[in-house]
């Protein structure tokens, strides 16, 4: 892979042990499938014996009793204990390759793995870059709850929030990466936690403020897209609180802004002119409702004024 030697374990298979069936126990150890259609599916079921690969076997006999259905559910249970071994992988260390030196610490990682699941890795492992044939590789400006986000994904294809997990910084490795399905998920994490904080009373403008513009420049669309609705949304509220960030906001965000601000201009303009007329309206009927009461006073007499008649 990398043009320099490496220690490599060769096993020796019995002769009896042919190598198209015995393939297809590898393919599906790496991506739990069974091609279905292969005419050697005893051999397999044989070999998946002698290796103890259950569940593989149980497949193979849902397939010749033509109860192939079943095999979904043992496919899910397959890739929840891949993914779970994989990731004990990853925590343990074992059989790590590689090194990622961080701002905080250090985490051990697997080539191959990293290879099969992300082209920028694949191009610094595999190409002529030094990274390729070095065991400690330095990831700069970067925390150790960040890179083991990414490597969980690349092993899992899951993203599992780690204590101290910035949303915004594994959203620019990610990018960085060129990985977008990450960055979907990273962003999907992040407005969870902003509605989780404002549903507890927490006043999350600040944060949404400073996600804005990272958020646009590290191509994060849609939290840029929800960063804009709420801030559009309680427009009042943000600019009388951070009016100095407000105005400090690009020309292409102030545009928007005053495009899609709630409440518009022409609705304050509206409600302006409605209130004044109303204020209007109700002085003058104070006016009426003093004359009124003035003129019911002049035609008011007290019955001792009243003639006498004898």
């Known amino acids: 892979m990398t043009g320099r030697p490496r220690l490599m374990t060769v096993v020796e298979m019995d002769a009896l042990i042919q190598e198209e ?32 690969v259950f569940d593989l076997r149980m497949m193979v006999a849902n397939v010749l009793n033509r109860e192939s259905f079943m095999n979904q559910e043992i496919t899910k249970a397959f890739h929840v204990r891949r993914a779970n071994r994989i ?29 099969s699941s992300c082209d920028w890795m694949a191009a610094m492992f595999r190409g002529s870059f030094r ?36 949303p915004m910084e594994l959203i ?7 990985l977008p399905r990450l960055v979907a998920l990273t962003e999907q994490h992040a407005v969870d936690e902003l509605l989780q904080l404002a549903v507890k009373g927490v006043d999350i403008d600040g944060q949404v403020l400073a996600y804005l513009e990272l958020a646009q420049f590290h191509n994060s669309k849609q939290l840029s897209a929800w960063c804009l609705h709420h801030i559009c949304t309680n427009y009042n509220s943000i600019c009388r609180k951070f009016p100095k960030d407000m105005k400090a906001m690009s020309p292409e965000n102030q545009k928007h802004f005053e495009k899609h601000r709630w409440p518009p201009v022409w609705f304050l303009k509206e409600e302006d002119r409605y209130l004044r007329s109303q204020k209007e309206r109700e002085r003058e009927e104070e006016i009426l409702r003093k004359q009124h009461t003035k003129r019911g006073w002049c035609f008011w007499r007290h019955p001792s004024s009243s003639p006498h008649i004898s």
């Open 21 to 52: 069936p015995f393939k297809a126990v590898l393919q599906y150890l790496y991506t739990g499938n069974l091609d279905e259609g292969r005419g050697d599916l005893m051999q397999v079921a044989t070999i998946a014996e002698l290796l103890e």
């Open 87 to 115: 990731k004990e992988c990853l925590n343990k260390g074992t059989f790590a390759d590689v090194v990622f030196r961080l701002d905080d610490g250090f985490l051990p990682a697997h080539k191959p793995l990293l290879i």
């Open 131 to 166: 990274e390729s044939y070095i065991e400690e590789v330095s990831i700069p400006n970067t925390s150790t709850a960040c890179m083991r986000g990414v490597l969980e994904f690349l092993y899992c294809g899951l993203l599992t929030p780690c204590p101290g997990l910035e």
């Open 172 to 178: 620019v490795l990610a990018n960085r990466l060129c």
